[in-house]
């Protein structure tokens, strides 16, 4: 039988049984092909070459309203793998209690306004003004503890061709904001700064801790643009590679953080993913974000 399906993704020099596994996981994949192409969905039979379809056999399950797909003949199927997911990150949204520190160090130094690292800026007032945010009398409560660095702002307080002293100066802006954390509160030591995270968009990533306590790189959370596992202080486990803002020019900050959100898949005329050697990305771009491939079961 010949089906023409619709793909989401491709994964990029996959073995059949790292397939098998990513489709388990994704409840929208329908099927996957022998040359890397989730699927999503089936559509009209047409003749194809030199490729096999892997159906996935599923049932429907419905968990908290939302239907979902799954193997039904496996106890940790997919479904079941999505359904506890969404059931512990709808906790999380309840439940998450995060503690900004009110640091002023640093505050003189002004953020970067644009498409790039208006991101720091960005997540620290989303993360103050949500619900997540907790107040200086819950802060023993909290689940985690957030620096409010902004390696960047301190990074271009210096002239743009002395990078050298931008980097300094980010440096031991960084250590005097964590120190400050360090001595004025009990919270750092009670983990050794494991439930403490900061920001850096700036391409010195997580290099910007490196003056300061080890902790802040051996234990504490980086969100980070440079999510480089060849550079010896990104911490692959713990280290959290943060997206940049889409836009371009100065930031709109009345949209910036909403994303996609209210935009029509179907209004979207390019689709861009990293495909080839992992140490030569490139970028390839396709006419629309739906690709529609033949194949043969």
Not at 243 to 251: D, E, I, Q, T
Request: net charge negative; aromatic share 10%.
């Amino acid at each position: 039988m010949f089906m023409c399906l619709q793909d989401v993704l491709m994964v990029y020099g996959a073995s059949m049984e790292t397939m098998k596994t990513i489709c388990s996981i994704l409840p929208e994949c329908a099927a996957f092909n022998s040359k890397g192409w989730i699927k999503v969905s089936t559509g009209p039979k047409v003749a194809s070459k030199d490729v096999d379809i892997y159906i996935k056999d599923t049932v429907a399950v419905v968990e908290d309203g939302v239907e979902i797909s799954s193997s039904p003949n496996t106890k940790d199927t997919s479904a079941g793998i999505y359904a506890n997911h969404l059931k512990s990150y709808r906790e999380m949204e309840q439940t998450l209690k995060i503690y900004v520190y009110p640091v002023t160090i640093g505050t003189d130094m002004h953020s970067v306004d644009d498409y790039k690292y208006g991101v720091e800026q960005l997540f620290i007032d989303l993360l103050t003004a949500s619900h997540f945010s907790v107040s200086a009398q819950d802060a023993d409560k909290a689940d985690f503890y957030f620096i409010p660095s902004r390696c960047t702002a301190y990074r271009k307080s210096q002239p743009q061709n002395n990078r050298e002293a931008g980097e300094t100066v980010a440096m031991e802006t960084t250590r005097d904001m964590v120190n400050h954390v360090i001595y004025s509160y009990p919270y750092w030591n009670r983990s050794e700064g494991a439930d403490h995270f900061y920001i850096c968009a700036h391409d010195m990533g997580t290099s910007v801790a490196k003056l300061s306590h080890p902790g802040l790189l051996t234990n504490a959370i980086a969100l980070v643009n440079t999510a480089d596992y060849s550079k010896p202080t990104f911490v692959a486990h713990k280290d959290i590679s943060l997206p940049v803002h889409p836009g371009r020019g100065a930031v709109d900050w009345s949209t910036l953080g909403m994303g996609g959100a209210g935009i029509d898949a179907k209004d979207r005329h390019d689709l861009m993913f990293f495909a080839g050697n992992p140490s030569r990305f490139r970028i390839l771009v396709h006419a629309s974000v739906y690709v529609y491939t033949c194949v043969v079961k």
